[in-house]
């Protein structure tokens, strides 16, 4: 049963956009920690952004000025607004939904940043 539907991923160049999106149920939207996590090529998984339940967001270093995360709360949605990309952006980014004893993922978008 897929919980996590993600979406926006692809091929772009240097400095370009994209946004990704991650799809959940209602109660998942409500009651757990959405964030967005990323694996590049030969790395481990890392954290990018993130919201609380109290709706605080958190960002990795790296991407801090360059991505946004946002919600819709009427579509249960998180959204990733990903800005200036740049090739180190280049991995397979996965939607995150947690709490205290659970620990969701998405499938995972890949996202190419390349000329």
């Known amino acids: 049963q897929v919980q996590l539907v993600e979406s926006g991923g692809g091929l772009v160049q240097p400095g370009g956009s994209l946004r990704l999106s991650c799809a959940t149920s209602?109660?998942?939207?409500?009651?757990?920690?959405m964030g967005w996590y990323r694996q590049g090529p030969g790395k481990q998984r890392e954290l990018v952004a993130s919201?609380?339940?109290?709706?605080?967001?958190h960002y990795a270093d790296s991407v801090k000025g360059r991505f946004a995360i946002s919600r819709d709360n009427s579509k249960n949605t998180v959204f990733l607004q990903m800005n200036s990309l740049k090739p180190e952006d280049t991995a397979v980014y996965y939607c995150n939904a947690r709490t205290n004893v659970q620990n969701l993922w998405g499938q995972g978008t890949q996202v190419t940043v390349s000329s």
């Open positions: 919201f609380t339940t109290i709706g605080n967001t």
């Open positions: 209602r109660s998942i939207f409500r009651a757990f920690e």
